[in-house]
Structures are given as structure tokens and as C-alpha cells.
């Protein structure tokens, strides 16, 4: 039996205080939980300004069940409280982004979104929204 949908996402800190997450194909919950927990502790420690991206690519939503789109959402939301600067998706699909800028406009987040097709517009951006908020605070 494959380990695939146990395996964590693949989280970049290298760009800090900008995060790149990159979601694999299918996730377990207790996968999600523990993704989320990291980075979460990360945030927390560090408790700087930050812009998390995920990279939505590889994601199937089709793959994951209701209870795994369900724990996603809360943690999602959860990690919003922390000390983000801007949150960004980044998807190839056309018409999933604008799946995706439609969930901004009616769940809007207190800190800036973007979506974008690829993951170095998405930093680029990040960037912007980190100097802005330096500039602001």
C-alpha cells in the first residue's frame, strides 16, 4: 500500500518570512494536521510578518473527500489569525483560479490575497505585500 496520501506537503522556508507550500496530489487528514502544524509552529516562534503561498498545482480537488476539504478550510482559516501579512494560491488552470479569486471575493481574509499561475509571480507579489506592511507598521 502506498504511503501517498499520508505524505506531508512539501514545505519551502527558505524564502522566509515568505512560505511556499506545495500540496501533493491527494492528503490524508492527519497529513493536513500535521502540515499545518508546522508551519504554524514556525509563524508562532518566529512571530514576524509572513505570506504564505500555496502552490495548489499538483492538488486534485477531486481526490480529497469532504472531511479532508473540511479540516483544510478550518486549518486554513486558523493559520489567518496567525501573523500573516498576505496570503497566495497559485494554480495553472485558468478556470481554477477564478474558482479560487471568487472564494476571496465572498470569504475575504483581513490581509491581501492574490492568485497567480505561477509560484515565483506569487513570491514577487509576497514581496511587495511584505514591504508594504513594513512600511505600514
Given amino acids: 500500500m502506498s504511503d501517498e496520501p499520508t505524505r506531508l506537503a512539501d514545505v519551502d522556508f527558505t524564502r522566509w518570512p515568505v512560505i511556499v507550500i506545495t500540496y501533493p496530489n491527494i492528503a490524508s487528514v492527519e497529513a493536513i494536521e500535521r502540515m499545518f502544524d508546522e508551519v504554524g509552529e514556525r509563524i508562532r516562534t518566529r512571530a514576524e510578518p509572513v505570506v504564505v503561498i500555496g502552490d495548489l498545482t499538483p492538488l486534485r480537488v477531486s481526490t480529497a473527500n469532504a472531511k479532508v476539504r473540511r479540516v483544510f478550510a478550518e486549518r ?4 489567518g489569525r496567525l501573523h500573516l501579512a498576505g496570503e497566495a494560491a497559485v494554480l495553472k488552470n485558468p478556470v481554477a483560479r477564478g474558482f479560487v479569486t471568487a472564494y476571496y471575493w465572498l470569504a475575504p481574509a483581513h490581509h491581501p490575497t492574490g492568485v497567480f499561475a505561477e509560484v515565483d509571480e506569487a513570491v514577487a ?6 514591504r508594504d506592511a513594513t512600511k505600514a507598521g
Fill in 76 to 79: 486554513v482559516a486558523e493559520q
Fill in 125 to 130: 507579489w509576497a514581496r511587495g505585500v511584505l
